[in-house]
């Protein structure tokens, strides 16, 4: 059972920063790509950037492009999120998503979101 856990969402100011993290566990699986995703109040789940796991390779919603950066954390499967000039737009929670290589191929796991509130 892979487990998925983000923390560091809270309530914050237009202009702030904030850094999310997520962790994996419970899994020997190899890592293929981690990635932040979030989801607005009456909106659905939009993607926010993604990392390859065994080249670095970053991506990015252009909408975050230059004020946030996703990175490997220093534990092992850890990932960060740092968002910087956090603006009210970028209210939502945002969710962790672990892509790994199994026994059946490529699978999916979900953390259960953290919330981030920017206020104007």
């Known amino acids: 059972q892979v487990h998925v856990v983000e923390s560091g969402g809270g309530l914050v100011r237009a202009g702030s920063s904030l850094r999310l993290s997520c962790a994996t566990s419970?899994?020997?699986?190899?890592?293929?790509?981690m990635r932040w995703y979030r989801q607005a109040p009456g909106k659905g789940r939009e993607f926010v950037a993604n990392i390859n796991w065994s080249d670095g390779r970053t991506r990015y919603a252009d909408s975050v492009k230059g004020r946030f950066t996703i990175s490997r954390g220093n534990a092992k499967n850890t990932v960060s999120l740092q968002m910087n000039n956090l603006e009210p737009e970028d209210t939502a929670t945002y969710y962790c998503e672990a892509r790994v290589f199994t026994a059946r191929g490529v699978s999916d796991y979900w953390g259960q979101g953290t919330e981030v509130t920017v206020s104007a």
């Open positions: 419970g899994h020997t699986f190899t890592t293929s790509d």
